[in-house]
């Protein structure tokens, strides 16, 4: 059993209540969303894993374990808030609270138009949720302006795999294939850390004979389970992928009739690959020949490989192009769409895939449509009761809408749902000055998280044990999430919430939904004919058969776990080549900021630390955040193991406590990001925008470490 994951879950908590109460539902965490068990009452309830979930089996995360200890939590919202003039929170009624809701969005669109407010959602709501904000702020409020955290996490790879492949959904195979691929080839991603029920399937795979190959600037606990790790300077993926494309091809290990057969773009690709022969893509990237040549060669020998990419690539300025130069290998070697192969990403929020699906990124409608699309358009309307020109357009991506908040032309009104951005977005000190600008922020949460704190009203919400709903794994599997407590007096659930607010503004008769299963079957209506077709999903089948892959056109539909054995939802059928070559990130090293800084992931934690930091056990393993700095780098500033260091990049300061590890680069620091105020790594990263999918540089840009005496000095 590995120390990151287990099935003897009893034996981690400290609490066994003698009741028999016993619910299924699911993690409220990562995209694997393991199946759980709970039991006991919300004051005294204990997880456990559901054995029988053919997705985790069993298996468990120490998150996952302690997942229970926010339902009852001493911080839990359970009143609406408004803040008072000297800038502390009252409490007020749901009616009162409902109609300064309101009035904050009527007063706001009748002074600046209906884009004056905006919309924040979530990829941790549910299914439902999601369809029913995108919904609420094209028809109630007729925004264009609706965009979610997803954007930072999966729309470099989402974007990526529709130009390629036609259709994004994260992994395009089921899990149950990983352990048979002969080569996996992990690219961006700590696994043991960040899904470590994951890993049981990797272990199968190794133990089966199969080779593991790890790209990653760290040698992370994932990267130590490897067969070969290829250390790259962070954001030279394309130059990796090329050279890795150069070898494959230079060596005849690619699939010519594939190639013929099922893709197209392949010369354009090729001529930019034969540029990057070994020798060059060694000195951009720091991976040698020899272990170009050793990946190389274990991936064009294999019968099966798969490529699977993360943030690590993905949360780069050009995280869309090096999606597509690694789908490039995955297509040379013929093996999209092939049994134990082919290309996939690692969602990472808890309903990241679900959530980009139905209609709460700026330019998405449900059945994850297009919406400058017109026959998605009519589509849409005839479903909702509108007419097709009532629809807004698109609007503009997550980073591009906070970065407008308060100006002239942009947002003056916020409604944020299940996001904490005062700490999630890059250079998060803008933003968080940019939230204040705003004639209103309000934000439904269960905490009064950091973004909270900053709202003029607060509306508290349901949390994932208290709710019915769907949820989308990272495989494309639709889940149930069944309720096991029913929600604190005072608290109601984003359903009731926007319904409520629809009917306040005189659209009520288009949200006439009481319940999570009513909203399920419109989404699914709406999704019918669309690349995410939900149209063949019900509640019931969900149960039955322990999720349903979608596409699921029909009743009779068993769904599609396994997409492209057949073709390609391109125009032409055929999957796309690329010609991409490498770009330089947004920033580089120079005398100024002579580092390279990276965030991520740790065990303990997720995402901005809302939940896990108010966990004691798991804050008790990792209280604060850190630095790693190589031995050679901490020598060369003189620090020692424990030492308090000031990070500066162009756009902010933070602290941070030193952990020096031969796992880092010399020339990069890493720190998590789960952390605010000063502790927050956020205030330094870089908003550079990919071109096509708006995603933030998150996992890249340059940084100083600060002298220690001159840090001695202020304090």
Wanted: charged content about 20%.
């Amino acid at each position: 059993m590995s120390i990151y994951w287990g099935r003897n879950v009893q034996k981690s908590v400290a609490f066994q209540p003698s009741t028999h109460r016993h619910v299924a539902t699911h993690c409220p965490y990562c995209a694997f969303q393991c199946g759980m068990h709970l039991q006991g009452s919300r004051e005294e309830a204990y997880a456990s894993g559901n054995a029988a979930f053919p997705v985790n089996k069993g298996g468990l995360c120490i998150k996952g374990w302690t997942a229970p200890a926010t339902l009852s939590h001493p911080e839990r919202l359970q009143t609406p808030l408004v803040r008072q003039p000297d800038g502390s929170f009252a409490p007020l009624s749901w009616d009162e609270a409902l109609a300064k809701v309101v009035h904050a969005f009527q007063n706001t669109q009748q002074r600046y138009g209906p884009d004056a407010v905006g919309i924040f959602g979530g990829g941790s709501l549910t299914n439902e949720k999601a369809y029913l904000l995108g919904k609420f702020a094209r028809v109630a409020l007729r925004t264009s302006h609706i965009d979610y955290n997803g954007r930072f996490c999966m729309s470099s790879a989402a974007a990526a795999s529709i130009k390629a492949l036609g259709i994004d959904r994260g992994l395009p195979f089921p899990l149950e294939d990983i352990p048979h691929a002969e080569v996996i080839m992990l690219i961006g991603s700590n696994l043991a850390e960040t899904m470590p029920p994951f890993m049981q399937y990797i272990e199968e795979q190794r133990t089966l004979g199969g080779h593991l190959i790890v790209v990653d600037p760290r040698f992370s606990t994932t990267a130590q389970a490897a067969t070969l790790h290829l250390r790259l300077t962070p954001a030279s993926d394309t130059a990796l992928a090329n050279g890795l494309l150069h070898i494959l091809i230079r060596d005849g290990l690619i699939d010519q009739e594939y190639i013929r057969t099922r893709t197209e773009g392949f010369e354009r690709a090729r001529a930019v690959a034969s540029t990057y022969w070994p020798e060059r893509v060694e000195r951009i990237t720091g991976v040698t020949e020899k272990q170009l040549q050793q990946a190389a060669h274990l991936l064009g020998s294999a019968r099966s490989a798969m490529m699977l990419t993360a943030r690590g690539a993905e949360q780069q300025s050009q995280g869309v192009n090096n999606v597509l130069a690694y789908i490039n290998i995955a297509l040379a070697l013929g093996t999209v769409g092939r049994p134990y192969s082919g290309y996939g990403c690692l969602t990472g929020q808890g309903n990241g895939q679900g959530g980009r699906e139905h209609g709460q990124k700026a330019d998405q409608l449900p059945g994850y449509r297009k919406i400058d699309d017109p026959e998605a358009r009519h589509h849409i309307a005839k479903i909702w009761g509108i007419p097709e020109p009532d629809l807004p357009g698109p609007g503009q991506s997550a980073y591009e809408m906070l970065n407008s908040l308060g100006e002239q032309d942009g947002v003056h009104t916020l409604l944020v749902m299940g996001s904490n951005i005062a700490v999630s977005t890059p250079h998060s000190l803008r933003i968080q000055e940019r939230l204040k600008r705003l004639d209103c922020l309000i934000v439904a949460d269960f905490f009064l998280s950091e973004t909270a704190r900053l709202a003029d009203i607060v509306l508290p919400v349901t949390q994932w044990a208290e709710e019915e709903g769907t949820m989308t794994n990272l495989e494309g599997r639709v889940l149930l999430r069944r309720p096991a407590f029913a929600p604190p007096a005072g608290v109601r659930t984003e359903i009731e919430i926007l319904c409520e607010l629809a009917h306040r503004l005189g659209k009520g008769s288009y949200f006439p939904f009481t319940d999570a299963r009513q909203v399920f079957k419109e989404l699914c209506r709406a999704s019918a004919g669309g690349p995410a077709d939900y149209s063949g999903i019900t509640y019931e089948k969900i149960a039955m058969h322990d999720g349903v892959f979608w596409p699921c056109p029909s009743a009779d539909h068993p769904g599609t776990p396994r997409l492209f054995q057949q073709g390609f939802p391109t125009p032409g059928g055929r999957a796309h080549f690329h010609a991409i070559q490498h770009q330089p990130p947004a920033e580089e090293p120079d005398p100024a900021f002579p580092l390279y800084l990276t965030t991520g992931r740790v065990l303990a934690h997720y995402q901005s630390g809302t939940q896990t930091r108010r966990v004691p056990r798991l804050l008790s393993m990792q209280p604060e955040p850190y630095a790693e700095v190589h031995p050679t780098t901490a020598r060369q500033y003189k620090l020692t193991d424990g030492d308090h260091i000031k990070l500066t990049t162009r756009r902010g300061s933070a602290t941070f406590k030193v952990k020096i590890t031969r796992t880092i680069r010399e020339d990069t620091l890493f720190v998590p990001f789960h952390w605010a105020g000063d502790q927050s790594v956020n205030r330094l990263t870089n908003p550079a925008l990919d071109p096509i999918s708006r995603m933030p540089e998150f996992k890249v840009c340059a940084v100083r470490i600060e002298a220690v005496e001159a840090l001695e000095e202020d304090a």
